[in-house]
């Protein structure tokens, strides 16, 4: 059983693949500086591109895990996720609020999806 392993690094991966399963490391802001909606869309930009990358996509998602440091941000995550997500393809979703290792980043997103 292969395990496929894309833009390894030191300290994690971004995406491993086993038996048609892709698995995502959690996604942040590349552009830190951002309100909760301006993270929140740079995040699933990457969520998409990498699925991409994974031969999936967003209708593949099999469930996803979102952080948020403050729920008070949480309307503006979802004004961002009510526009990203497929309709008829909305995966089962936990959203905890939770202290990030970036202190400056909102919102982080785990994913994991089928590959097409």
């Not at 048609?20 to 951002?34: E, H, K, N």
């Not at 930009?45 to 593949?60: I, N, Q, Y």
Request: negative net charge; contains cysteine; hydrophobic residues 45%.
């Amino acid at each position: 059983m292969e395990i496929k392993r894309l833009h390894v690094g030191k300290r994690l991966s971004e995406i491993a693949i086993h038996n048609g399963t892709v698995y995502l490391a959690g996604q942040i802001a590349d552009d830190p500086t951002q309100d909760i909606v301006g993270q929140t869309q740079q995040v699933l930009a990457s969520v998409d591109r990498l699925l991409a990358e994974a031969g999936s996509d967003k209708t593949c998602i099999l469930s996803t895990q979102l952080f948020i440091t403050d729920m008070a941000l949480f309307p503006g995550l979802n004004e961002v996720w009510d526009t990203w997500v497929a309709p008829g393809h909305t995966p089962p979703r936990a959203t905890v609020e939770a202290k990030l290792a970036n202190p400056a980043c909102l919102v982080e997103v785990v994913v994991v999806a089928a590959q097409r």
